[in-house]
């Protein structure tokens, strides 16, 4: 393995890496890193969760000069969740060497934007049609422009964005690096490489394992009015030790963390808009046990380290199969086996099979639990306590007391009312999760061949809008083995 420190990075740049907690390179860290500080143009084909913001974001923040007040780094990325996450690792390499940066996206006072630009950030982490708002504004001046970095462009294409960028990139210097990322590489993409880069460097780094032995992978065919409810009796049958819910939008995870909140569940929700510090209370407390159920966007959730999740549940199917794949690794850890129970709606059974082709394993049909199962799963989960306490506590101070009640009631009564009393019942408060669109219906896979015709009207505002709707996908499901309890 290659280690950062074998890399000739600068002293602050090291120094940070090593705060970050990070020792040894990835593969696509450690092929893209020496390649794009010599100033080769770069393309990167890589899944997500391979380490690319840090393949891309340390060398462009070792040419940034900290003396030179203009924008001197551009990243363009499909989603602001995603421009959140990039603006906040970068801002972690940077930190040694102080460097300012600045996210933009659609959906954010952009005023406030404008104010924030005045203070010249060194780098700039966007979504395109914000970013090209600004263009257009004459409020971000790329003049300078030393380093751009296309991420997750093949997303970009699939969300309508190729004019977008073609129409920023018009706006930048010919003498500039150029580093694109992609998890695949459409003809569209490569016409944009040949058209806008100088000689690339391709770098292909393969896909992880694409799915873990010891993790149950069960789907549950459920229309979209049915889901929640459905959502909340697998909680009560399967009782989790931890478990965290992935939902599609931010909307879609507020929505469902209150909800279960309403339900009695101790549920929190992390999604891109959550302050850093927001975030890391949150995860601690799930940490700690002290939050059962963490409901999560993809993006949030990438590069958690959480140990003991028991129970992975995707509300919402993810438009991808390496998104799938990351999502179901949050459990089954350390040799632990783990379930994961994906919702889908009939109409998105497709993505589904993707899924499967893509991991190489059928995921088993289940049927969706009944109020009556809940019932059970939450008595069975009462009874577990009860027999726990009974081998972990100290009861002495109680004895005398259940002497006293055995001499009035029969003993079958009694274990039966304390089971009774610690049950809880399944909660039926009624629950409105709002509908959001599904996935476009496809019966050849997950990714659509076709270029940027989806491209939203309003598109000029922001990025941020646009991608949001396009996230703002869903599915639902029911099917035929019982759920299982583990």
Not at 220 to 227: A, E, G, L, T, Y
Not at 341 to 349: D, F, G, H
């Amino acid at each position: 393995m290659t280690k950062f420190k074998d890399l000739n990075l600068s002293e602050p740049t090291l120094k940070a890496i090593d705060k970050m907690g990070f020792e040894e390179a990835t593969p696509i860290q450690a092929q893209t890193i020496p390649t794009a500080l010599e100033g080769n143009d770069v393309i990167g084909q890589a899944q997500t969760g391979t380490g690319k913001t840090t393949a891309f974001g340390v060398p462009m923040i070792e040419k940034v000069d900290t003396d030179d007040h203009t924008v001197q780094g551009l990243v363009i990325a499909p989603t602001r969740e995603l421009a959140i996450q990039v603006s906040e690792e970068l801002y972690k390499i940077g930190s040694g060497k102080r460097i300012g940066i600045l996210a933009v996206y659609g959906g954010q006072d952009i005023q406030r934007q404008i104010r924030a630009l005045k203070k010249r950030p060194h780098i700039i982490v966007g979504t395109p049609g914000r970013i090209l708002d600004h263009i257009n504004r004459r409020t971000l001046k790329l003049e300078h422009l030393q380093t751009l970095v296309l991420d997750e462009a093949d997303e970009m294409l699939n969300m309508g964005f190729i004019q977008d960028i073609e129409a920023i990139l018009s706006h930048m210097p010919a003498e500039r690096q150029t580093l694109l990322f992609s998890a695949t590489m459409p003809k569209q993409i490569r016409a944009i490489a040949e058209r806008f880069m100088n000689n690339p460097v391709t770098i292909r780094v393969k896909a992880k394992e694409m799915t873990v032995s010891n993790i149950e992978q069960h789907f549950i065919k459920v229309h979209q009015r049915d889901k929640f409810d459905v959502l909340s009796r697998l909680i009560d049958v399967q009782s989790p030790e931890l478990a965290i819910i992935f939902g599609r939008t931010k909307r879609r995870v507020d929505e469902l963390a209150n909800a279960l909140s309403l339900r009695g569940y101790q549920a929190e929700g992390i999604h891109g808009d959550l302050t850093q510090a927001k975030r890391l209370t949150v995860l601690k407390r799930f940490k700690e046990g002290k939050i059962d159920v963490l409901v999560a966007t993809d993006v949030a959730a990438r590069g958690l380290d959480i140990s003991g999740v028991t129970h992975v549940y995707n509300y919402d199917i993810p438009q991808d199969p390496e998104s799938y794949v990351h999502r179901i690794g949050r459990t089954g850890r350390a040799g632990k086996e783990g379930v994961a129970i994906t919702l889908v709606e009939p109409r998105e059974m497709g993505y589904l099979r993707e899924v499967e082709r893509t991991t190489k394993k059928k995921m088993t049909p289940m049927d969706a639990p009944t109020w009556d199962d809940a019932l059970i799963g939450q008595q069975q989960a009462a009874v577990n306590d009860l027999a726990e306490s009974v081998v972990k506590n100290n009861l002495d101070q109680y004895k005398s007391f259940a002497k006293d009640l055995l001499d009035q009631y029969d003993s079958e009564e009694l274990v039966a009312a304390a089971l009774k009393l610690i049950t809880k019942e399944p909660d039926r408060t009624p629950i409105r999760i709002t509908d959001e669109m599904g996935l476009p219906q496809k019966k050849d896979g997950f990714r659509g061949k076709s270029s940027g015709s989806r491209k939203n009207s309003g598109g000029r505002q922001g990025g941020g809008r646009n991608y949001n709707r396009d996230r703002n996908r869903d599915r639902r499901g029911n099917s035929r083995r019982k759920y299982s309890s583990k």
